[in-house]
């Protein structure tokens, strides 16, 4: 910086490097001459965004570098802030330290492939300078601070942050490391994710910033720099790590752990003035990670335990298959994205929402959150390429799930006291089930073509907007041979009174013939039709894994046109549990496009269904994955229909 003596002449009477009026008469001092600064923007490389800068230019930013600029300094350099002279934009300035410099053009071909990573949740390149030896990274400048400062260097009179911005925040820095795992190819492992390298906006968007820079770091290859990096990313490093392994995404998998557990706990990854035994958190939180009962005692105490029970448990329980010791026990980023966007949604009340099963990619998260009660249907995996089926089957009515308002979490013991209700009821149910069989035997199959009507109500409303408690679907599931393949569905629906939605099972009285594998079966379109009221469910697939008998079918909509009342309901998920056939299903939303009056009577709405679907063996099964046939509709074979039950009312409550 000696060699710009005079862009120190005069001391600015506004803040320190903010874009205020006064600041602009300081950079005036330092505008260098035109032709030595072709303007910018006429720089941007054709291949992407990023600008080139000299050093003038930077060094006019930040007021030549000056102390009161710098932000801090990390394992790359230092970090200033300042405002670029052309366009008055705020950034933060990287000046990479010197030692062991890259080319010009490695290092220009480094920037050029970061550039191109781009994403909400991750601080965008907005340029470089490579100045004779100095290195510069120009970033957007974000105004919060980092995670770190929020969650322990709280300036006074600030208010800790609560819990569902702690649970947005992990998810949006879940996005951005999804992003760099998943969307980007080849992958970009972060290597250096911990709390301060999470960076805030003033409305705590969390943005991830010093990913990819690895290969820029000065003196790579350098042990000693190296060994400096790696105590700065002391505690959040994967144990392969320091086994001297490879890393991998999964060892950023690891990393995000220990952030969401500083998130949970608010305690640091490494706190030296902390007892022995809990100066390492993950060491710390392991032996708690067995034994749930004392999860509510690892929680910030900051929150005051302003959080539902099971949203904590269901964030430790991510938590902790996070920070699994092998790496392939560790969850994909984007499972735990899935898991944690739930998480993150804040329901009138506050309680968070549950995981819809479906979503993993990977059993491994829907099994971990099940055991903590955090899932609303049987733990479930679908093999990848029936996942990518169903979500590009669903694809057209993903704008459709967007408006899906999930359950709101009951504690996990009105839970059970609610199933162990049904089950108390299932004798009942049972018989009354058995008549509605009886009398299906019989019935005609309409052919009601009418698929779902969700996507064409124009105005439709969610119940849930009126009243967070869910629906719930009663479902009789059964299995039977093939050649009662395209069997009955029978259902009645009820109106019921509870303030919250039920979870109910009901026994099946009939044998489920084992299939030799895991049986995949989907329903495009499944009518039952009890003039005057016409009712057509679409389930977009189905399909159950015979060992340990888990299924679950996503029903991409529900629907019942009674007129004059339209009415559609949309289900998430369903799953039964093989033995001995309790199937449940939960409804995410429950629209109609009538008037406030009529809603009353659909809120709070049970159906039982029974016999949804026969199957025994896979390529028997109720399920086409030919794109000509989605296309023009269903095949015979998708559409299984029956009349809607004629006691339907009697269980209007
Ligand atoms: N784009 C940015 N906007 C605002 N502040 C930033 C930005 N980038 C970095 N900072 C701040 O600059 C300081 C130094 O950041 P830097 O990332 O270099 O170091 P670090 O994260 O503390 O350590 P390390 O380099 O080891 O990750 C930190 O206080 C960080 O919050």
Redesign the pocket.
């Known amino acids: 910086m000696n060699c710009f003596p005079c862009f120190t002449s005069k001391k600015s009477k506004s803040s320190p490097c903010t874009n205020e009026t006064n600041e602009h008469d300081e950079h005036e001092e330092f505008r260098p001459p035109v032709a030595m600064t072709k303007r910018t923007e006429e720089r941007e490389t054709e291949q992407s965004s990023v600008k080139t800068f000299n050093f003038r230019e930077l060094a006019t930013a930040t007021k030549n570098f000056r102390q009161e600029c710098l932000?801090?300094?990390?394992?790359?350099?230092?970090?200033y802030?300042g405002t670029l002279q052309s366009t008055g934009q705020l950034?933060?300035v990287?000046q990479l330290d010197k030692h062991g410099l890259h080319g010009n053009k490695e290092f220009q071909a480094e920037v050029l492939s970061l550039a191109k990573l781009e994403h909400p949740n991750l601080?965008k390149l907005i340029g470089y300078c490579a100045d004779g030896d100095q290195r510069l990274l120009v970033?957007?400048?974000?105004?919060g601070?980092?995670l770190?400062?929020h969650l322990y260097e709280q300036k006074s009179g600030q208010k800790p942050m609560d819990w569902i911005t702690r649970m947005k925040i992990a998810f949006g820095a879940a996005q951005g490391l999804d992003y760099l795992h998943d969307k980007v190819n080849p992958p970009v492992i972060y290597r250096?994710l911990?709390a301060?390298?999470i960076?805030l906006d003033a409305e705590f968007y969390p943005?991830l910033?010093?990913f990819g820079l690895h290969n820029l770091e000065p003196g790579t290859g350098d042990s000693l720099f190296l060994s400096s990096?790696v105590m700065?990313?002391y505690g959040y490093s994967a144990p392969e790590y320091t086994r001297g392994e490879d890393l991998t995404v999964k060892s950023d998998v690891y990393s995000f752990g220990v952030v969401l557990l500083e998130l949970i706990t608010g305690r640091r990854a490494i706190d030296n003035t902390k007892p022995n035994d809990e100066q390492n958190l993950v060491a710390w939180a392991q032996p708690i990670f067995k034994d749930p009962k004392r999860y509510p005692d690892m929680a910030d105490p900051l929150l005051k335990k302003n959080f539902s029970e099971r949203g904590l448990n269901q964030a430790v329980a991510i938590t902790s298959m996070c920070l699994q010791e092998e790496p392939s026990a560790r969850p994909l980023i984007s499972d735990v994205m899935v898991a944690l966007s739930f998480l993150s949604m804040s329901t009138e009340d506050g309680i968070p929402t549950t995981v819809p099963i479906l979503s993993f990619r990977d059993k491994s998260m829907s099994i971990a959150l099940s055991r903590h009660g955090s899932c609303s249907v049987t733990p479930f995996s679908l093999p990848r390429k029936e996942e990518d089926e169903i979500s590009s089957s669903s694809s057209e009515s993903e704008d459709d799930e967007e408006e899906i308002k999930q359950e709101p979490i009951r504690s996990q013991k009105k839970q059970e006291e609610e199933e162990t209700t049904t089950h108390s009821n299932d004798g009942s149910d049972s018989n009354s089930e058995k008549d509605q069989e009886g009398e299906h035997s019989h019935l005609p199959k309409p052919r009601d073509s009418s698929s779902s009507s969700s996507n064409s109500g124009s105005e439709r409303r969610s119940i849930d907007e009126t009243n967070a408690a869910a629906q719930s679907l009663k479902i009789k599931y059964s299995y039977s041979s093939e050649e009662e393949d395209n069997e009955r569905l029978s259902s009645k629906t009820s109106s019921k009174s509870s303030e919250e939605s039920t979870f109910s099972r009901s026994n099946s009285d009939r044998d489920h013939v084992d299939s030799p594998s895991n049986t995949n079966m989907r329903v495009n379109s499944l009518v039952h039709n009890d003039s005057p009221r016409n009712t057509s469910m679409r389930i977009n697939s189905l399909a159950y894994d015979d060992s340990p008998r888990n299924t679950s079918i996503r029903v991409n909509s529900l629907a019942h046109d009674d007129s004059p009342r339209n009415a559609s309901m949309r289900i998430n998920s369903l799953a039964h549990d093989g033995s001995p056939r309790n199937t449940s299903m939960r409804i995410d939303s429950l629209v109609h496009d009538d008037d406030d009056e009529e809603e009353e009577e659909i809120e709070n709405h049970e159906t039982r269904f029974e016999q949804i679907h026969s199957s025994k063996f896979k390529d028997q099964s109720v399920y086409s994955d030919d794109d000509t046939e989605e296309e023009s509709g269903e095949s015979s074979l998708h559409q299984i229909e029956s009349e809607e039950e004629e006691h339907i009312s009697s269980d209007h409550d």
Do not use: M
């Open positions: 932000l801090g300094e990390g394992g790359f350099g230092r970090v802030k950034v933060a990287k601080v970033f957007e400048y974000v105004s601070g980092s770190q400062d250096d911990k301060s390298n960076l943005k910033c010093d990096r700065d990313t």
